[in-house]
């Protein structure tokens, strides 16, 4: 009994293997999926004079924990690309 729930929690909770095909896994593929299809139709449409690239895999949807790590990175990765559009 134990055993098969540890086996349903794990199918739960993303091993961080991209092809596992857990709720949370399939969830983060999914969302990662629409944000970069409307980030990219955003971008064509109103063509900024800037764009700040953040690499995808920085985060993950459920990666709360991490905002103020997060947030710093954006603030210097932000910099840097004004510095560099000067």
């Known amino acids: ?9 794990g199918k739960l909770i993303n091993t961080g293997d ?4 857990g ?10 999926a629409m944000i ?10 109103h063509q900024p004079d ?9 985060a993950s949807t459920f990666d709360f924990h991490r905002a ?3 947030i710093e990175l954006g603030e210097e990765i932000t910099k840097k690309t004004i510095l560099n559009n000067k």
């Open 1 to 9: 009994l134990f055993d098969d729930l540890l086996n349903s929690i």
């Open 18 to 21: 991209k092809n596992s095909l």
């Open 23 to 32: 709720y949370f896994s399939l969830l983060n593929t999914a969302t990662h």
């Open 36 to 45: 970069h299809k409307l980030a990219k139709e955003n971008i064509e449409k």
């Open 50 to 58: 800037i764009t700040i690239d953040i690499p995808f895999d920085t």
């Open 68 to 70: 103020e790590e997060l």
